[in-house]
């Protein structure tokens, strides 16, 4: 999508950032982050510190085609979390993707860990 769109628009330097999912789901929710940092990473930190983030089940193996489905999130606590990948539009910037079960983890799960 990225070299398309730059392809498209004849900017082959344009700063742009995409994720394309299609999926159809009946429950569950899918979000695409981007993350922008004060200061540079290395990518490997940041995927063993989502390896060992509490709720955060780490699912990601592009080279396997392992990444986070509502298929795999469905009926569980947990935040799938996968794709984690350099931003190359913006410095200091990561792009991921996160697959939850929305009416576990977005209402009823996160009111127990409130209370």
């Given at each position: 999508?990225?070299n398309?769109?730059?392809?498209?628009?004849?900017?082959?330097?344009?700063?742009?950032?995409?994720?394309?999912v299609?999926?159809?789901?009946e429950?569950?929710?899918?979000?695409?982050?981007?993350?922008e940092?004060?200061?540079?990473?290395?990518?490997?930190?940041?995927e063993?510190?989502?390896?060992?983030?509490?709720?955060a089940?780490f699912?990601?193996g592009?080279?396997?085609?392992?990444?986070?489905?509502?298929?795999i999130a469905n009926?569980?606590?947990?935040?799938?979390?996968?794709?984690?990948?350099?931003?190359s539009?913006?410095?200091?910037?990561?792009?991921?993707?996160t697959?939850?079960?929305?009416t576990?983890?977005g209402?009823s799960?996160?009111?127990v860990?409130?209370?």
């Amino acid at each position: 999508m990225i070299n398309e769109t730059r392809k498209i628009l004849h900017k082959p330097n344009l700063a742009i950032s995409a994720t394309s999912v299609r999926v159809s789901i009946e429950n569950c929710h899918s979000v695409s982050i981007n993350v922008e940092f004060e200061k540079g990473f290395d990518i490997n930190d940041i995927e063993e510190i989502l390896k060992k983030a509490p709720g955060a089940i780490f699912w990601d193996g592009g080279e396997n085609n392992i990444y986070p489905m509502p298929i795999i999130a469905n009926g569980r606590n947990e935040v799938f979390v996968g794709r984690v990948r350099v931003d190359s539009s913006r410095p200091n910037t990561i792009n991921l993707f996160t697959v939850s079960d929305n009416t576990r983890k977005g209402a009823s799960v996160n009111a127990v860990q409130i209370l």
